[in-house]
């Protein structure tokens, strides 16, 4: 995964354990997050589904969303762009 708290700066680069939460990652030019990833369906005719949730420093749930493998999340509220890989491709 990726993580963005300002596109004018380079991403936070992380591989996430599926079902755990991150440690906490100062993005430059915004604030401190932690981030989980959990499949949800591995079988969808669109590919992976997982859902990615957004937390404060603290483990705090700030926003969560389901996101497909190869795509960007935008949490706008924190100025947070996530791009995920699938599992099988960031192995």
Known sequence: ???????????????LIPGQLSDPIALQGNDTYRVRITPTDMVSRFGPIYSLVLSDAKGTALEQMNIGSDTTAVFPRFGVQAYVLSIEQAM
């Open 1 to 15: 995964m990726k993580l963005f708290g300002d596109l004018r700066a380079l991403p936070a680069e992380l591989q």
